[in-house]
């Protein structure tokens, strides 16, 4: 006997047993081999695994295997870990991501735990079978499982091997065409047989590498199953609530819609393997006799309703029982262990032998409810989240049975929009926003550089409430002659400023700029833009001129046809929106201005009157808000202008001199 340096006895007894043909219960990682009389060396993967997998200490390692992905798939490349060494992990939890031969896919945890050590790196490559990381079952025993001294979860007892079932019926041969089975997945390593709680697919579907296509109940627990390959589901082989046995196929899968029909009639000649018995091996005792082979009892159709009352038909089967009127339970199958076919169900219908099927109330299509303390989601949408930091429980699932998919995810995100839904009958249709970038104008362009200019200036802003009542009287006795609330607000604030001239002054590097001038600029929204007709002179002028210039401006700037010196002259800017219905707002401060004024709109007030007949009285007032530049204007030179502003407007007697 050769000795292997390095392989402590142990392992080397696991290798021994499993080259002469035993395979290990305590190391499921390694693939079960048919016995040989040749002496097999063991592959480096066989030794590594060997090396990781032999001590045996009092903590318990459960192994992730590399996933078989695709029926072609002999390695796979770990692309991305979703989980890092020492986190909590659950049963359906995607942990990794692989990528196989034909995709990158999820790969889930199969048991809950702790990720104790990851043997596979991003970025390396392992065989299907070869362990790529073990899994802690409890936080204590995560030091003891990283260093190498956790062993692979034992099993209940050995299991001998069952020999092969014999086929009922002769072998059918494969079609030709390119098609692929779906076979019951271990999703456990514990897992001898599964129960196919839903089908997320139908028969005729599409379905696409990743996708999950149904739910599997297995000893642990209820996850999804996701395709290996494109295609389409041409037959379901195993119903829903029906059972199968780990690696029997399922499903068929055709490359080609136009292979649906084939691969059907092939279906209809395999049938769900039934659950086999593995019995427990004997303690030694007294050498047994040989057992005597069962007699062959020649196989009779009889009714497909099993002892619990379950009957065994294919999906097809069952729906044409269903739209024949044929009670399924009184007929007797032809296919693999009494399965009843799509055939038995015609003979059925034309011999009129079976008893007519009793309509149910509702469709009897499985509910399936997730685990307790698992939330419903997609592989791709656990990644997804994770990456994002988003609970999973805050997003509410789009999918098969409230799942949450990995578009709900991106909805969450921002990533994608939500899909519209259509309006229903009778409502108004849904307007059309508009969507997509809109380059600047030229005007925009230079309202936009000039707001961003602003950020350099130091700013204050003070607001107060000014009586309306006789401002408003005043507007009224001079309307029927052209005049405007903007030329009376342009001339009351004129006004206002001769007291206060610091309001019309600009900063400069070298101090204070007092404009001779008092200009009011005023803003005036225009298709595409923003601009400032000036009325100049405010403070001289009376308000009919200026109410007939301020016209003479706006149909200018409607037309762009003011001149330069007509909107960049002001020395000080009034923004109102009080045609608006604006109760107060505040205004940006054009760069190379002191002040901007921001006029709100007029409310009605009740306020206590003594000479009132009840006491109260309604007034009107408005809400004006400065701003400033704060490195020439202080606050006081700010509420005394907002004084006086308030004096001339409750006193406009003098805005007509």
Not at 356 to 378: F, H
Not at 533 to 539: D, M, Q, S
């Amino acid at each position: 006997m050769k000795f292997i340096a390095g392989i402590s006895s142990t392992a080397l007894l696991c290798l021994l047993s499993w080259n002469s043909g035993a395979r290990p219960s305590t190391v499921s990682a390694f693939v079960a081999h048919s016995p040989s009389t040749h002496t097999i060396l063991p592959s480096n993967v066989a030794i590594t695994n060997a090396m990781r997998l032999s001590s045996a200490l009092n903590a318990e390692a459960i192994k992730i295997t590399m996933p078989a992905l695709s029926s072609t798939m002999k390695e796979g490349r770990v692309v991305s870990w979703l989980k890092s060494e020492g986190d909590a992990i659950e049963a359906g939890e995607a942990i990794m991501v692989v990528e196989s031969d034909k995709a990158d896919m999820d790969v889930e945890a199969f048991e809950d735990g702790f990720l104790a050590k990851i043997l596979t790196g991003e970025g390396e490559s392992a065989e299907v079978g070869a362990v790529v990381a073990l899994v802690a079952s409890s936080e204590e025993d995560i030091a003891a499982v990283a260093s190498g001294g956790g062993a692979a979860a034992p099993a209940a007892a050995p299991v001998v091997e069952a020999a092969a079932p014999v086929a009922a019926s002769a072998a059918v041969a494969e079609p030709d065409f390119d098609f692929s089975k779906l076979d019951m997945p271990a999703l456990s390593s514990t897992m001898k047989e599964g129960k196919v709680v839903s089908w997320l697919k139908s028969e005729g579907d599409k379905v696409e590498a990743g996708e999950a296509i149904m739910v599997v109940e297995s000893d642990k627990a209820d996850m999804d199953v996701e395709a290996f390959e494109d295609g389409y589901i041409a037959a379901i082989i195993t119903g829903e609530g029906e059972t199968a046995l780990v690696g029997t196929p399922v499903a068929l899968i055709a490359a080609n819609e136009a292979d649906i029909p084939a691969l059907k009639a092939y279906a209809s000649t395999l049938g769900g393997a039934p659950a086999v018995a593995y019995p427990v091996a004997a303690a030694p005792a007294a050498t047994a006799a040989p057992a005597k082979a069962a007699p062959k009892v020649a196989a009779a159709p009889s009714a497909a309703a099993s002892a619990g009352g379950r009957v065994v038909a294919s999906p097809l089967a069952k729906k044409m029982a269903q739209e024949m009127g044929v009670d399924i339970s009184t007929v007797a199958g032809s296919g693999p262990g009494g399965r009843i076919t799509a055939a038995d169900i015609q003979n059925a219908a034309a011999g009129g032998g079976a008893a007519p099927a009793k309509k149910s109330a509702a469709p009897s299509k499985p509910k399936w409810t997730p685990a307790p303390g698992v939330i419903a989601a997609t592989p791709m949408a656990r990644a997804l989240a994770k990456k994002a930091k988003i609970d999973l429980a805050s997003i509410q699932g789009t999918g098969e049975f409230g799942r949450v998919t990995a578009d709900d995810v991106k909805i969450a995100t921002g990533e994608k929009k939500p899909v519209r839904k259509a309006p229903a009958a009778g409502a108004p249709a849904a307007v059309e926003m508009p969507e997509g970038l809109v380059p600047f104008t030229g005007m925009q362009r230079a309202v936009s550089n000039n707001m961003v200019a602003t950020l350099d200036c130091p700013v204050f802003r003070a607001s107060r409430e000014i009586e309306m009542d006789a401002f408003n009287e005043l507007y009224q006795s001079v309307k029927s002659k052209g005049v405007t609330v903007s030329a009376l607000l342009a001339k009351a604030v004129a006004k206002a400023i001769e007291k206060h001239p610091i309001i019309n002054s600009s900063f400069r590097q070298e101090g204070t700029y007092f404009n001779k001038d008092i200009n009011i600029a005023m803003a005036v929204a225009i298709e595409g833009g923003l601009i400032t007709p000036v009325l100049k002179y405010a403070n001289e002028r009376d308000v009919l001129d200026l109410g007939e210039n301020w016209k003479e401006l706006v149909d200018k700037a409607k037309r762009g046809a003011l001149s330069p010196d007509e909107y960049n002259s002001g020395t000080f800017v009034i923004s109102n929106m009080g045609m608006f219905g604006v109760s107060q707002f505040d205004a940006i401060l054009p760069k190379g201005m002191g002040g901007i004024l921001a006029v709100a709109g007029t409310q009605e007030y009740i306020v206590p009157c003594k000479k009132a007949v009840l006491g109260m009285k309604k007034i009107s007032k408005m809400t004006v808000t400065l701003t400033c530049d704060h490195r020439q204007i202080y606050g006081a030179d700010a509420a005394l202008f907002l004084k006086t502003l308030n004096d001339v407007m409750m006193n406009p007697a003098s805005l007509m001199k």
